[in-house]
């Protein structure tokens, strides 16, 4: 099963790293680290600069069953790379599934593969999906047929437990879970838009679509 991320500049680490630690544990995984071109990529500011090697280059990856877009704060070089956008338009064509997380999503919407389909992204991006067609939706994971968007971030790694049942079954996705300690309980209730207190929300309105 070969699962193709793709990484670039001024992405979101978790992102990408996140939930690669969880699919990358299904059986028969041949993981394949992917840019633009091989070599060095630089994640965004908030995840301070890590650097990220692509081992393969998009033209080296045809035809991976499952394509994983992380997402980062800045998504026009990508969004508007024609390049990238006719590979994973032509990747989606025979992959199993076709995976974002966070605003990878308007990389997905920008190829064109979620026309018509309901979608997540970071609630900051949520309204740019419809744009490219979409159906956005406020929700943590969302499957629309071979299409599954995570939302912001952390909900990169719930994406990846709920791919991971699709392809190797819910006992073995539990198992993970477990080897891994997947058991979340932050110290704060303020993940979401309806959760956040006011000030909090004050705080992140500048960031707020319009």
Request: charge should be negative; charged fraction near 20%; hydrophobic fraction near 45%.
């Amino acid at each position: 099963m070969e699962i193709a991320l793709f990484i670039f500049d001024r992405m979101t680490s978790l992102d990408a790293v996140g939930p690669l630690e969880i699919i990358g544990r299904a059986p028969n995984a041949d993981v394949k680290i992917v840019g633009k071109t091989a070599g060095t990529v630089r994640a965004g500011k908030s995840s301070s600069g890590l650097g990220l090697i692509a081992d393969y280059a998009i033209a080296d990856v045809p035809s991976p069953d499952i394509l994983l877009i992380p997402g980062g704060a800045d998504m026009s070089h990508v969004t508007s790379d024609r390049e990238v956008l006719d590979w994973v338009r032509q990747v989606h064509e025979t992959t199993t599934w076709t995976t974002s997380v966070c605003t990878g999503a308007l990389v997905l919407g920008a190829a064109g593969v979620l026309d018509g389909k309901r979608a997540t992204t970071h609630w900051s991006a949520r309204t740019q999906l419809a744009e490219y067609g979409a159906i956005p939706v406020a929700e943590r994971v969302v499957i629309d047929g071979k299409a599954m968007t995570g939302a912001g971030v952390s909900a990169g790694i719930d994406m990846a437990f709920t791919l991971f049942g699709m392809v190797a079954g819910d006992e073995h996705a539990q198992f993970v879970q477990l080897l891994t300690e997947y058991d979340p309980r932050p110290p704060y209730h303020s993940g979401s838009l309806e959760t956040a207190p006011a000030a909090v929300l004050e705080r992140a309105r500048p960031f707020m679509p319009s």
